[in-house]
């Protein structure tokens, strides 16, 4: 399926509550799809850069791309199973999609995997939606952040019933860091050995911007490639609850990336921005 990029122009008064609001519904929906594939057959196979896809991805990235071409159809939206960078023309406003963000957890059968779709203006993420289908849980933001249990395809619950969300300050004993099941390199421990961490966790996929916007943990740091729809809905969600992402320059993950195919560099994400070190504000080492 071609990337989706409508020939309408936008509207910059974008409703972010409203938008947010879309991109949870769509992922629960999509993570009905893509649970029907969880720890069953699933024909796996290799992209060109190596990395799995396999029919989940296909099956939850066919169900966002439907809705929102029917929802939001002035937005262009560029999705990580159908991404032409040689078509894809973006405005001010456009949308990520990851169907499954954590394919090699979603392939070994552990729960760690989410739906992402993210909405970036400006070059910034403004409204998010993060669900981790096996573990029934979604985060969402678009001015406020929140969580709440759902299963896939449910309806969502109404506001009374999500819980809000924000970043803690951390322990005076140490920092609790993020770091991934599949990526975790020599580079991540020597950045950490810098730091006051007290606790190491793994965590897959984008869970680990949830788990820092939630109050779970406070850093998480990412050495190497990740791409956009990796990260936007995450980021999303953290800089609503109070945190930040920081790119190599020291400055906020920007979007849009097009000259790069939207790869970010290496990032750190943050809960408490004054936990953030002076010599790693300027730049990140």
């Known amino acids: 399926m071609p990337v989706k990029v409508s020939e309408k122009p936008h509207r910059l008064s974008l409703d972010y509550e409203a938008i947010a609001e879309i991109f949870a519904e769509l992922a629960v929906v999509a993570g009905a799809a893509v649970m029907g594939f969880y720890k069953n057959e699933s024909h796996v196979h290799a992209k060109a850069d190596k990395s799995p896809v396999c029919d989940a991805d ?15 159809p002035d937005l262009p939206v560029i999705s990580e199973e159908s991404a032409n960078f040689a078509t894809a023309r973006l405005g001010e406003a456009f949308i990520l999609v990851d169907p499954v963000d954590g394919t090699r957890e979603f392939l070994a059968g552990k729960g760690e995997f989410t739906v992402n779709i993210g909405l970036v203006v400006g070059g910034e993420p403004k409204a998010g939606a993060v669900y981790a289908p096996a573990l029934e849980r979604l985060w969402m933001a678009g001015a406020a952040p929140v969580s709440f249990p759902i299963s896939p395809g449910a ?3 109404p506001p009374e ?8 300050r951390p322990d005076a004993d140490g920092l609790i860091a993020l770091t991934s099941w599949s ?9 950490l050995a810098k730091l006051p961490v007290k606790e190491r966790r793994m965590i897959g996929s984008s869970l680990k911007f949830c788990a820092i916007a939630d109050g779970s943990a406070d850093i998480y740091p990412r050495f190497g490639a990740t791409m956009e729809w990796d990260t936007a809905a995450g980021d999303a969600v953290l800089r609503a609850a109070g945190g930040i992402v920081l790119g190599r320059d020291g400055q906020p993950l920007r979007y849009g990336k097009t000259s790069s195919k939207f790869m970010n560099g290496s990032f750190v994400a943050w809960g408490d921005r004054a936990a953030v070190p002076a010599h790693l504000g300027a730049r990140l080492a």
Do not use: M, Q, Y
Not at 58 to 72: D, K, M, W
């Open 58 to 72: 296909v099956a939850g990235e066919a169900v966002i791309l439907e809705g929102l071409a029917t929802r939001l």
């Open 183 to 191: 990526h975790t390199d020599p580079r991540t421990s020597t950045f």
């Open 161 to 168: 019933r999500r819980r809000p969300i924000h970043i803690r």
């Open 155 to 157: 309806k969502l619950p």
